[in-house]
């Protein structure tokens, strides 16, 4: 039952509904959290796609909540380690940001976006030591 609800909004999300798609990501998480037949894939996807809908509200600090919940519940997924490495990162968090995408590369080597985010996230670091530094 949650799968097929899920699905629907996932496909919300995609139409950029996004007070639906999270008005059902919260449905499937609260349903999720008691009911332990639940799949854990999906409890973990729904709070990833939850936490990207604050983020499209620049909410950051609770789309970082939301990923972190989606670690805590499948911590092989790599997507939400990568997610909240982009809010880490944004935030100027940038040795806790490459933590994220060092972890993203551990579970999966071929994800592209995080070796580029690494790389960056190292160069905005040295930057902002250069600037802090006055040098």
Same mark, same amino acid.
């Given at each position: 039952?949650?799968?097929?609800? *899920?699905?629907? +909004?996932?496909?919300?999300?995609e139409?950029?509904? *996004?007070?639906l +798609?999270e ?5 499937? %998480? ?5 009911? !332990?037949?639940?799949? !854990?894939?999906?409890?973990?996807t ?6 990207? %809908? ?6 950051f ?12 519940? !499948? ?18 968090f940038?040795?806790? +940001?490459?933590?994220d995408?060092?972890?993203? *590369? ?10 580029? !985010?690494?790389?960056?996230?190292? *160069? ?9 530094s006055? %040098?």
């Amino acid at each position: 039952m949650e799968h097929s609800l *899920l699905e629907t +909004a996932n496909a919300e999300l995609e139409r950029r509904q *996004l007070d639906l +798609a999270e008005d059902l990501y919260g449905k499937i %998480i609260e349903r999720c959290t008691q009911n !332990s037949k639940c799949r !854990s894939e999906d409890l973990a996807t729904a709070y990833n796609n939850r936490g990207q %809908i604050k983020y499209f509200r620049v909410d950051f600090y609770e789309a970082m909540d939301d990923y972190t919940e989606a670690i805590k519940v !499948s911590p092989n997924f790599e997507v939400p380690y990568y997610n909240r490495g982009l809010v880490l990162y944004r935030l100027g968090f940038f040795d806790e +940001a490459i933590k994220d995408f060092q972890k993203v *590369l551990e579970l999966n080597p071929q994800f592209e976006d995080a070796k580029i !985010s690494i790389k960056q996230s190292m *160069l905005d670091r040295e930057e902002k030591k250069k600037r802090l530094s006055g %040098i």
